[in-house]
């Protein structure tokens, strides 16, 4: 197999590694999609691990000899000079603090992999502030104020992108695609991967989720559905796709009906309007990503027929799979070598995931994580969550519950107070006054 010429991207890699070496990347977070990348980076040509950040770098030094790492290729490092004599020495660099990363000189590229939006926050404002391109593996900072991050970005000169491999960025190359051909867009998505139950609770998934390696909350995540009302916003807020209803429809369309459900009313289908955001539950879909096309010419939509794509009028371009964190590098390495973003919001949101009540919660409650036992995301409009008040999914964890909230009901500004002593929900909240200022 080795002595395959390398093609395409490979090739490019190489190359530009021979003229500048290899991307050195700063992980933030040694968790699942931590550990899935320090063993990726280790695979890859043109591109290393130069250090990790972790709260448990006993752990991590496990996970990183799992990875391939010997003992001796890791060192600790308590400052930036640090940081970068083991990169230089050929080294990974463990820190207890991204900070430490973020500063040194040698680290060209940070991935967030934390899962927290204040965490992610925190941790793209300082590879901001230090010249470093930011990848944001963690959705759930970036429907909350991935605009704001991406025009600091900018203004620093450095490029803060989604991440390649997780189902929005899939999805927004079948989007491409259909774009550059001429195809409308009827509506994109991903398939379900997990069995939905919106009542989820770690409790009951603690043994599934050691069988599959994953922290039980992280599981629950994906089951209780929150995970794609974030990804589903993250993808309307970097095309301007919508959610057709509130939650979506989430129907049990298979992958060979798809096309056939997911379209508008008008061609026998169930949404009100073309130029949504959707998921399916049915059969054949997940794990893949879709994007519902209509052609404009009938020469085109007899073509696509012809070529088995579907009966029409509307056809699914799908892609059967996502390889999540094994293609992440692919955005590091893209942001460096080109300068540009895989993905980033619009600069107007068009929808919002806010929080809904799992169960009755009690005044005087302090929220927890996404994911636990208190509220679920739920994705709808950004005008429909802002007539609302909904809190934002990512202005939960930490929220107090300020009144009494039923099971179902959405979390609100009149019933819940955001964390105001985090950056997120203070950048958060200066965004909302901005909008309402131009609304």
């Known amino acids: 197999m080795n002595s395959i010429a390398k093609v395409g991207l490979a090739a490019e890699l190489l190359a530009y590694a021979e003229r500048n070496g290899p991307v050195t990347v700063g992980l933030a977070g040694a968790g699942q999609m931590g550990t899935d990348l320090m063993v990726q980076l280790l ?100 429907i909350t104020i991935g605009r704001y991050l991406a025009a600091e970005a900018k203004r620093a000169g450095v490029v803060y992108t989604g991440a390649a491999g997780d189902e929005p960025h899939a999805t927004l190359e079948l989007i491409g695609l259909a774009q550059s051909l001429g195809l409308d867009i009827v509506a994109a998505g991903k398939g379900k991967n997990n069995p939905l139950d919106f009542n989820a609770v770690p409790a009951d998934y603690e043994e599934e989720a050691a069988r599959r390696q994953m922290n039980a909350r992280m599981l629950v995540e994906f089951v209780d559905g929150s995970k794609t009302m974030v990804e589903m916003t993250a993808i309307a807020n970097a095309t301007g796709l919508v959610p057709d209803v509130p ?146 999914l990512g202005l939960a964890e930490q929220a107090r519950v300020t009144r009494p909230v039923k099971a179902g009901e959405k979390l609100t500004y009149a019933n819940c107070t955001p964390d105001e002593t985090l950056e997120v929900t203070q950048i958060r909240g200066r965004l909302d006054e901005a909008d309402a200022r131009f609304a």
């Open 247 to 392: 939650g979506m429809h989430g129907p049990n369309a298979t992958s060979e009906d798809l096309a056939q459900v997911l379209c508008t009313r008008e061609d026998g289908g169930i949404l009100s309007k073309p130029g949504c955001v959707d998921y399916s539950i049915g059969r054949g879909v997940a794990p893949g990503v879709f994007c519902i096309v209509k052609p404009r010419h009938p020469r085109v939509l007899e073509r696509i027929a012809d070529l088995k794509v579907g009966p029409g009028p509307c056809f699914a371009l799908y892609r059967p799979f996502h390889l999540t964190s094994i293609e992440v590098p692919l955005s590091a390495l893209h942001a460096v070598m080109k300068g540009t973003p895989h993905m980033e919001p619009l600069e107007r949101p068009v929808a919002e995931c806010i929080a809904v009540a799992k169960r009755d919660l009690a005044a005087g409650e302090t929220l927890g994580r996404i994911g636990e036992t208190q509220y679920r995301g739920f994705a709808m409009t950004w005008t429909e969550a802002r007539a609302a008040r909904g809190l934002p």
């Open 43 to 142: 695979l890859m040509p043109g591109v290393r691990l130069g250090a990790v950040s972790t709260s448990k770098p006993d752990k991590a030094t496990q996970t990183l000899a799992f990875a391939g790492y010997d003992a001796a290729d890791v060192a600790r490092a308590g400052t930036p000079a640090a940081v970068d004599a083991a990169i230089e020495a050929g080294r990974v660099a463990l820190v207890e603090d991204f900070r430490t990363f973020c500063a040194a000189g040698r680290i060209d590229v940070v991935i967030d992999a934390t899962g927290s939006p204040s965490a992610g926050t925190r941790i793209a404002l300082d590879a901001f502030r230090n010249g470093k391109h930011v990848v944001m593996l963690n959705v759930e900072a970036d």
